[in-house]
C-alpha cells in the first residue's frame, strides 16, 4: 500500500509539472495587482509573475488549515495524555489483582494440602 501511495503521489506531481511546463507563458505573465480603501489612496503591488500570486495564495491558505487545525491538535494531545494515565493505573491495578490471585491461589493450596494430611492422618 506505502508503494501505491508514492506511485499517486509522483504521478499527480507529474502531472502538475506538465500542467505548468505547458502553460509557463501564462504563469510567468506578469500581472499588477492593486487594492484601495475608502479613506486611503490606491495602493499597487510590483508587478508579480502569476505563478508567485498562485504560490502565495496556497501558501495563505496552508497556513489557515494550519491554524484552525491547532486547537484540535491541543484537544488530541490532552485526551491522549489522559488515556494514557487511565492505562497506567489500570495496568497497575491488574497486576496488583494478580498478585492478590496468586497469594490466595498460593494459601488456598497450603490449606488444601493442609486438609489432605488431616484426612489421612485420621484414616490411620
Known amino acids: 500500500m506505502k508503494n501505491v501511495k508514492i506511485g499517486l503521489w509522483v504521478i499527480l506531481l507529474l502531472l502538475v509539472g506538465i500542467f505548468f511546463y505547458q502553460n509557463k507563458d501564462f504563469f510567468m505573465a506578469g500581472q499588477s495587482l492593486y487594492y ?3 479613506f486611503f489612496k490606491v495602493h499597487h503591488t510590483p508587478e508579480l509573475p502569476i505563478a508567485i500570486l498562485f504560490l502565495f495564495t496556497f501558501l495563505i491558505g496552508l497556513l489557515g488549515a494550519y491554524f ?3 486547537s484540535n491538535r491541543f484537544k488530541s494531545k490532552k485526551t491522549i495524555k489522559n488515556l494514557h494515565g487511565a492505562a497506567t493505573s489500570q495496568l497497575e491495578e491488574i497486576s496488583a489483582l494478580i498478585k492478590e ?3 490466595l491461589r498460593s494459601g488456598s493450596s ?4 493442609d486438609a489432605k494430611e488431616a484426612d489421612a492422618g485420621s484414616k490411620i
Do not use: K
Not at 110 to 113: E, L, S, W
Open 110 to 113: 497450603a490449606t488444601h494440602t
Open 36 to 38: 484601495g480603501l475608502p
Open 68 to 70: 484552525c487545525s491547532l
Open 101 to 103: 490471585v496468586e497469594s
